[in-house]
């Protein structure tokens, strides 16, 4: 039995970084565990993971389910639920490389499915709705079965174990993405598993996040409301379904998302000229409860682009590197260096400002 | 002595740099190893590459000079040396530093000088040639922190919430700062010819590191920050 929230406490530390080609350039994930490497110390082993936009460009139609099961019967439960509303295009164990440094592993399958139209008119959905709520259904009320990725032509990849490790264990050098995220885990008040590792995925969003969120429970009650469930007993995995609600949901743009998530203090707001003043009072006074405080710097994936982004107070650090038609982004500036090292324009986002790259359209 | 850098851990390459007798050390193809030259005294330690967090944390007298960037809390609670950077440097630099003196080339990130301190003699000095981020000087309670503004583009020389719970110590900012917020508990006022010659030791080492003319830096408005510290709780507890 896994200690649950507050039932354990570890202390604290994380590394994310991210490469991203605005070309839609697609690279294999060779770099992004290189990139992981300096910044060893910032995890401990509990947990690392990867998300790649772009890797499933022949299934780019179908949503990528990427489920861990306990075992067998778990994995026959969440199948015969599936069928229910989705047909089953593809069903097949995510391919890895045995290593010593990772074990314990579940069942780990690949499953791309197509929401029925029956079923979309029955429900009077759409088809993303659709995805969401069978994910949460599943991961709420399942036992044994988590689906830990369910996006299109895109997917995460994470165990318990080092991030470059991981990266190695997954055969990342085998799959080629136009963008890479990456996280290195030290788990802070909660315990390391496979499915508490990062990335948190939502259809195509996904976050890797270095931090603590000190404002978890509020915007927990919150998001709850909304039919989400929090169930990886871990913080970070909030902030992926805050952002499913503002930006496909509320319809926010990402500006305004990170408006909301990391908020400017009162007296920044009222130092702005008027037409921003509006926006951003307005934006705090409708979703206070998605305000997120602690230190945090996370990235956020989505289909064609990211979006880095600190806490408001930049308790977390956070460096990007621009080269070309590639962003860089990382925890350490090493990390960088490591992925291109020979860049010249690298700088630090001010807490709360969005660094948000797009991949150029139709290029994905 | 010369040491590659590359394929050492923080421990390994720490370990030779305090164990060498050679009291020059250059490290070339640095990648992010943390605490490099920690608590050392009496070396010389050049690096080239990327230094990682706490560089030079605890230094007792050691000379640091880094050729590429620095990352987060260099010079983390200093008590004696110097650190040079010839790049820009991340957060919470000089953390709590006691003695010593750092000088930046380029820019800081948030939270330079967080808690700086001084006692009797010892009085540690700042020395940053860009702009800073936002809580510069943050709790500040002794020491010298400059900030000359010599690169950064447009930016205001120094982002939001400086000088916030600063109790002690000096900061000058090379500009008017028109615009800029200071929390009621400390003053702010343009520094007069006799506080800028206070300083002008510093400005004449930075230039010795970087290059640049003392006089023409010296030549502009500075704005001179202090708390006020007649009675610095008085605004926090009951009158007395």
């Given amino acids: ?364 | 002595m010369e040491l590659h850098a590359a394929e050492l851990g923080f421990q390994e390459l720490n370990e030779k740099l305090r164990e060498t007798a050679d009291r020059e050390i250059t490290l070339t193809g640095c990648i992010g190893q943390r605490f490099l030259a920690a608590g050392t005294a009496g070396k010389y330690v050049k690096i080239n590459g990327i230094a990682g967090n706490a560089l030079g944390a605890y230094l007792n007298g050691s000379v640091i000079e880094t050729f590429g960037n620095a990352q987060d809390a260099v010079g983390d609670t200093m008590n004696a040396g110097e650190i040079i950077v010839h790049g820009n440097i991340g957060d919470a630099a000089g953390y709590a530093m006691r003695g010593g003196k750092i000088f930046v080339k380029g820019n800081a990130g948030y939270r330079a000088g967080i808690h700086m301190k001084a006692y009797q003699d010892k009085i540690p000095v700042m020395v940053i040639g860009g702009r800073t981020g936002s809580f510069l000087g943050e709790y500040q309670a002794g020491g010298i922190i400059i900030v000359l503004g010599l690169s950064g583009g447009e930016k205001p020389i120094v982002s939001n919430f400086p000088c916030t719970g600063m109790h002690g110590g000096k900061l000058f900012l090379r500009s008017d700062c028109a615009g800029i917020h200071f929390p009621h508990q400390v003053h702010h006022r343009i520094a007069a010819p006799e506080e800028l010659a206070e300083i002008r030791c510093h400005i004449e080492e930075y230039c010795a590191h970087f290059g640049g003319d003392p006089d023409a830096i010296l030549n502009a408005e500075f704005t001179l920050v202090t708390p006020d510290s007649g009675n610095p709780y008085k605004q926090m507890y009951v009158a007395n």
């Avoid at chain 1, 082993?45 to 998300?51: Q, R, V």
């Avoid at chain 1, 990772?102 to 499915?113: A, G, K, M, S």
């Avoid at chain 1, 037409?275 to 979703?287: D, S």
């Fill in chain 1, 1 to 364: 039995m896994i200690p649950l929230e507050g039932q354990v406490r570890i202390p604290s530390g994380c590394a994310v970084s991210a490469m991203i080609s605005r070309d839609g350039r697609r690279m294999n994930g060779e770099q992004i565990i290189q990139s992981m490497v300096p910044m060893h110390d910032r995890s401990n082993g509990l947990g690392g993971g990867f998300a790649a936009y772009g890797i499933y460009p022949e299934y780019k139609d179908f949503y990528a389910l990427h489920i861990f099961f306990n075992d067998k019967s778990c994995q026959n439960e969440c199948m015969t639920l599936l069928k229910e509303y989705f047909e089953i295009v593809q069903d097949e164990h995510i391919k890895v490389r045995k290593i010593p440094q990772i074990t314990d592993e579940p069942i780990i399958r690949r499953v791309f499915v197509s929401p029925m139209q029956s079923v979309l008119r029955h429900l009077q959905i759409d088809e993303k709705e659709l995805v969401v709520r069978t994910v949460n259904r599943i991961n709420a009320q399942l036992d044994g079965s988590y689906v830990f990725s369910c996006g299109k032509n895109m997917g995460a990849f994470k165990a318990v174990g080092f991030p470059e490790d991981v990266g190695r264990y997954y055969r990342l050098e085998e799959y080629e993405a136009y963008c890479w995220t990456a996280h290195g885990r030290y788990p802070t008040n909660t315990p390391g598993w496979w499915g508490g590792a990062h990335p948190f995925c939502m259809l195509d969003y996904s976050i890797v996040h270095n931090g603590e969120i000190s404002s978890y429970d509020a915007n927990r009650r919150f998001i709850e409301m909304y039919g989400y469930k929090c169930t990886l007993q871990t913080d970070t995995e909030v902030i992926t379904y805050i952002a499913d609600y503002l930006l496909r949901r509320q319809g926010l743009t990402l500006e305004e998302t990170a408006a909301v998530i990391a908020a400017p203090f009162w007296s920044t707001i009222d130092a702005k000229p008027e037409a921003e003043k509006q926006m951003y009072t307005y934006l705090r006074n409708v979703f206070p409860s998605l305000l997120v405080t602690g230190p945090f710097s996370i990235i956020l994936g989505f289909e064609g682009g990211l979006m880095a982004l600190n806490d408001r107070l930049k308790l977390r650090s956070m460096v990007i590197g621009e080269q070309d038609d590639m962003v860089y982004i990382a925890s350490e500036e090493a990390a960088i260096r490591v992925m291109a090292p020979d860049i010249r324009n690298i700088w630090s986002p001010a807490g709360g400002e969005p660094v948000i790259v797009r991949v150029k359209e139709g290029a994905f």
